[in-house]
T-cell receptor, first 113, second 113 residues
Framework: GDSVTQMEGPVTLSEEAFLTINCTYTATGYPSLFWYVQYPGEGLQLLLKATKADDKGSNKGFEATYRKETTSFHLEKGSVQVSDSAVYFCALYSGGGADGLTFGKGTHLIIQP | KAGVTQTPRYLIKTRGQQVTLSCSPISGHRSVSWYQQTPGQGLQFLFEYFSETQRNKGNFPGRFSGRQFSNSRSEMNVSTLELGDSALYLC????????????FGPGTRLLVL
C-alpha cells in the first residue's frame, strides 16, 4: 500500500533560519502530493500541493517540488518566522481503495525568536 | 462560507458502547472523508463518501461504519467500543474527492473508558 515517511521532530529552529522538512513516499501510479499544516489550536489546512512530476507547489513562502525520480516532496522555506510554528503533514493520494489519502506522521516545527 | 463542522466536539464513552459522530461539509461539497488521529498511528484514513455512496474504505474493522445523506452531511458510527478507539476523529470535505484540496473540521475527541 501507499506510505509517506517524514521526520517527526520536534524540529527547533531560530527565526530567519532556512527550513527543510523531508518527505518521501511509496505509491502506485502517479499520486498527487500535499503538505497540510496544523497551527496550534486550529484545524488541519492545506499548505500546498502538486499533481504531477516536476510541479512546484508554493504558498506563504513555502515551496515543495514533486520529484518522481527520488519519490520525494521536501518542504522548504528560506526564512522562517515564529508564526510558522506548527505541525506539518506530508500526504499523498494515488487513486483510491484502502489507502485513501495517506498521511505521514507529522513534523512538529518550533521556531524560536 | 461556513467551514466544516463536527458534533459533538468531545465525547466520553465506556467499552462496549456505540457512538455516532456527525459531520456537516462546506456547502456544495459532495465528498466527505473521515480520519482517525492518534499519537501512535498518526492520521489514518477511514472512508470516503461521495453523493451518498462509499467510494473508498480504509483498513479498519467492520465496527467502523458511515453513511452520507442527500444533503451531503455524514455520520460515522463505531460499535462495541474498545479502549484503542480513543482518538481524535476528523472529517474533511471537498468538491470532488480525495485528489482535491480537503477542508478539515475541528474534530471530535473520543475517550473510551
Amino acid at each position: 500500500g501507499d506510505s509517506v515517511t517524514q521526520m517527526e521532530g520536534p524540529v527547533t529552529l531560530s527565526e530567519e533560519a532556512f527550513l527543510t522538512i523531508n518527505c518521501t513516499y511509496t505509491a502506485t501510479g502517479y499520486p498527487s502530493l500535499f503538505w497540510y499544516v496544523q497551527y496550534p489550536g486550529e484545524g488541519l489546512q492545506l499548505l500546498l500541493k502538486a499533481t504531477k512530476a516536476d510541479d512546484k507547489g508554493s504558498n506563504k513562502g513555502f515551496e515543495a517540488t514533486y520529484r518522481k525520480e527520488t519519490t520525494s516532496f521536501h518542504l522548504e522555506k528560506g526564512s522562517v518566522q515564529v508564526s510558522d510554528s506548527a505541525v506539518y503533514f506530508c500526504a499523498l493520494y494515488s487513486g483510491g481503495g484502502a489507502d485513501g489519502l495517506t498521511f505521514g506522521k507529522g513534523t512538529h516545527l518550533i521556531i524560536q525568536p | 462560507k461556513a467551514g466544516v463542522t463536527q458534533t459533538p466536539r468531545y465525547l466520553i464513552k465506556t467499552r462496549g458502547q456505540q457512538v455516532t459522530l456527525s459531520c456537516s461539509p462546506i456547502s456544495g461539497h459532495r465528498s466527505v472523508s473521515w480520519y482517525q488521529q492518534t499519537p501512535g498511528q498518526g492520521l489514518q484514513f477511514l472512508f470516503e463518501y461521495f453523493s451518498e455512496t462509499q467510494r473508498n474504505k480504509g483498513n479498519f474493522p467492520g465496527r467502523f461504519s458511515g453513511r452520507q445523506f442527500s444533503n451531503s452531511r455524514s455520520e460515522m458510527n463505531v460499535s462495541t467500543l474498545e479502549l484503542g478507539d480513543s482518538a481524535l476523529y476528523l472529517c474533511a470535505s471537498s468538491s470532488d474527492g480525495l485528489r482535491e484540496t480537503q477542508y478539515f473540521g475541528p474534530g471530535t475527541r473520543l475517550l473510551v473508558l
